[in-house]
DNA sequence: GCCAACGTTGGC
DNA sequence: GCCAACGTTGGC
C-alpha cells in the first residue's frame, strides 16, 4: 500500500465537503507528473487531504483511494474549464480517481510541518512545489500521525 | 494582489 | 530541439 498527497483549495473543495458527499472523483488534474501519480494509486491507498492557498494552508484529513485510476470525464465536456480538445476517448489523456473520507485531523499547518525534523525533506516542503497530487513516503506518513497522536494526547 | 517557481506552447 | 513568451500554482 502506498501513501499520497492531494492537494485542494477549500474555498472550492475542502475535507468537510468530502465527509458531506462521502465520494468524489478527484477530476480536473491537468498536470502530467501529477496525473502519473494519479495512475500509480491503487484501491486502498491512503492520501491526506491538503488545503491549498488557504489561511493556514495545511493537512486537514485523510482520504482513502477507492476507485484507482479512470479516465477524466471533464476531459471531454466543451462546457469545462478542463475540456481538452486534443484527448481522445480511444486514448484518454487524463485521468481520475475516487477518494472516500477516513478521518479529519486538526489542521497541519505549513509551519507545523515544517518543524518536524523528521519532514525535512518531504517533497510538500520543498521550495517551488506546486504539484497537486504526490507520493509520501511511509516514513513521513508515520511521523506526522506520530504527532497528530502526541497534540491529542498529550505524554502524561 | 504580488511574485517566485514551474510547466506548456509554439515559432524558428 | 531550443528557448522566449505566456499561463498557472500557491505561499505570503
Redesign the pocket.
Known sequence: MAYWLL???PDVFGYPDLERVQKEPWN?V????ARNHLRSMQEGDLAFF?????????IAGICKIARSAYPDNLQFDPES?YF?P?STSENPRWSMVDVVPVRALPLL???TL?SLPELSDML?L???????VMPVTEAEWKAILDHVDSISAPAT
Open positions: 492537494k485542494s483549495e480536473g491537468r498536470n502530467y507528473q491538503y488545503h491549498s492557498n488557504s489561511n493556514p494552508s495545511g474549464k481538452d486534443k499547518s505549513l509551519e515544517r510538500l520543498r521550495k517551488g512545489n506546486r504539484l497537486s
